[in-house]
């Protein structure tokens, strides 16, 4: 709550201009019914109209202060509301980057996506009515009842009578509505989930046909999201009805005893009355304003505490400091180690990795090799200490990965993640991203080492060509060569292919690695793979398979020692594979 508040300080001189239009108009609105009171008893009754002009006047020129400071204050008040959010947002969206893979993980995509958009969205509207909330709602019901009580005491009490009534059943409305909202916001974090797996696994979904259990788990989600939603809108909505009975029944009671005492004597003139009931449809307002403000206090508090976790979250080494001098050597290779590595994902029932051990000594080229789900990946999250591992060592040239930084660590390497990821802007700028000084000499080599010359010389503006984000206006092989150009224009002295060559063809494939391993000569190369074909270009070749490194060798070796391996051949290669005839590495 305080890091939310910090971002209203450059606004407190603004805020404090909004409370005085608040409060100017404020006291014009409880003048008026006084104003009109005077015009009754002693204009009207007096059939004095120089009286009648007069107050009137004065009427107007409360009416006018009234619409001057209210249009003041809300322009001042939205342009500080405006500020406000986007500066939150900002903050939010800053955190989020400094977060670590872990705590990332944590909270997840989907739940961040909520919190810096729907979240902030409900902060700043309780910014929005935040001066109108503490100021006018408080004045109009102190100051109005004050006034009512002086114009007549008794009509006044028959009315005040009701509040307590109508905010003890506000209370009671509101005591279940914090954990409605909260259940509901956790829905819509996973029907967020739900809907990015499907967007970015559609194929795969589409290819096990599993679209109508997908469907079901969004349909779960968006019922529950819609129930809990439902139930806390009904809920709150039971609030104006109850409250404008109420105050319609006192406003009934004020009339029959006005007109009593008016018919008895006890009052002689009509304007205090009138006074009253002008007063009593002011704090009828703000008694309803207020009823809503608590009743929307339970969903401001969810909001807060979910955005609260994230800013709340310790501030990571994250390695992502651009002075942090290289440990070792960027133009020569190193070697690797991983020993007996296990880890597990953040609120993961079982072991992602476990004892895994591999080793890719200076200048060689080895194969991780496995199908979906086999932990390939995650074994690159955790040599890039993306994730911290249980137990074992992870070593480079002899160095505990213990006493090396994340920013020292992630020096080392130089990767071609699994997802392509392409950035909106020219082919230029997302292949410099991996060196920013790099000269159009350098481009133009990294380019055609991974056979992207033609696409580029296809297009007018060369590397000028603008990419749209995510790459939609590019295939899949273009996006993956795209991505390992950016890789390799960069010095380092280990490389990691994850699975970047699936969407080529085998030839293409084939040549790009020809010239990049001609590029990297000496330094040491992992190709994280599913295809056959990729893997046979290793020195060594690593199975894995439930997390756990199942073989090891030449791709002849494994042909005759692992079921795994020599499955995947099969079923990429045919069972010729097994008579001895495989691709040419």
């Not at 939010?92 to 670590?100: A, M």
């Not at 739900?194 to 997908?214: M, P, Q, S, T, Y």
């Not at 293409?508 to 295809?531: D, M, N, P, S």
């Not at 002849?556 to 069972?575: A, H, M, N, P, T």
Request: aromatic content about 6%.
């Amino acid at each position: 709550m305080k890091t939310i508040l910090e971002h209203l300080k450059p606004h407190y001189k603004s805020l404090g201009v909004v409370m005085l239009m608040h409060t100017l108009a404020t006291v014009t609105e409880l003048l008026m019914p006084y104003v009109m009171s005077d015009v009754v008893d002693n204009g009207i009754a007096n059939s004095d109209i120089g009286r009648v002009v007069s107050s009137s006047l004065i009427m107007l020129l409360l009416a006018t202060l009234s619409l001057v400071s209210a249009l003041v204050s809300n322009k001042i008040n939205t342009r500080v509301t405006t500020s406000f959010s986007s500066s939150l947002c900002r903050s939010t969206f800053k955190k989020i980057n400094s977060l670590s893979f872990e705590q990332y993980s944590r909270i997840g995509s989907s739940g961040l996506l909520t919190r810096s958009t729907d979240d902030i969205f409900n902060v700043e509207g309780a910014a929005s009515e935040l001066v109108y909330t503490v100021i006018t709602v408080p004045m109009m019901l102190i100051g109005g009842t004050a006034l009512a009580l002086l114009a007549d005491v008794t009509l006044s009490l028959i009315f005040l009578l009701c509040i307590p009534l109508i905010l003890a059943f506000v209370v009671f409305i509101v005591k279940p509505l914090r954990k409605m909202w909260d259940v509901s916001d956790k829905y819509v974090d996973v029907q967020n989930r739900i809907v990015r797996e499907r967007l970015i696994g559609i194929r795969v979904i589409r290819a096990f046909n599993n679209e109508d259990k997908e469907h079901a788990r969004a349909k779960h989600a968006t019922e529950e999201m819609a129930k809990y939603m439902i139930k806390a809108n009904v809920r709150s909505g039971y609030i104006t009805p109850v409250a404008m009975l109420l105050l319609n029944l006192s406003t009934v009671a004020i009339l029959l005893v006005g007109t009593s005492k008016v018919t008895s004597g006890v009052i002689t003139e009509a304007g205090d009355i009138i006074a009253v009931m002008q007063y009593v449809t002011l704090i009828a307002n703000a008694v309803i304003n207020l009823s809503w403000t608590i009743a929307w206090i339970p969903h401001l508090r969810v909001s807060i505490s979910r955005i609260s976790e994230v800013f709340d979250m310790p501030v990571c080494d994250d390695g992502a400091d651009d002075h942090t001098e290289p440990r070792f050597p960027l133009c020569e290779g190193a070697r690797v180690e991983m020993k007996d590595i296990s880890f597990s994902y953040p609120d993961a029932q079982t072991d992602a990795l476990s004892g895994v051990s591999f080793y890719a000594d200076k200048g060689e080229t080895v194969a991780v090799i496995g199908g979906t789900g086999s932990g390939k990946s995650t074994l690159v999250k955790v040599l890039l200490a993306m994730y911290p591992y249980k137990n074992g060592e992870i070593l480079i040239n002899n160095v505990n990965y213990n006493s090396l930084s994340k920013g020292e660590i992630r020096l080392a390497y130089s990767v071609s993640l699994q997802k392509a990821m392409i950035f909106e802007g020219t082919i230029r700028d997302n292949i410099t991203m991996g060196r920013a000084d790099a000269a159009d000499e350098e481009i133009a080599t990294a380019i055609s080492d991974v056979e992207l010359e033609e696409f580029v010389s296809s297009k007018e503006e060369g590397l000028d060509f603008l990419l749209v984000g995510l790459g939609q206006n590019v295939s899949g092989g273009q996006k993956q060569r795209i991505n390992m150009a950016r890789t390799v224009i960069r010095e380092a002295p280990i490389y990691i292919f994850d699975d970047s060559f699936s969407a080529l063809d085998y030839l293409t494939e084939r040549k790009i690695q020809q010239k990049l391993f001609a590029r990297l000569k000496g330094r040491t190369k992992i190709l994280v793979t599913q295809r056959v074909s990729t893997a046979l270009a290793a020195d060594r070749i690593y199975v894995m398979d439930r997390g756990r490194i199942s073989a090891v060798g030449t791709h002849e070796e494994l042909l005759r020692s692992s079921d795994i391996y020599r499955e995947i051949c099969v079923s990429q290669l045919g069972k010729r594979v097994l008579g001895g005839d495989t691709l040419e590495a």
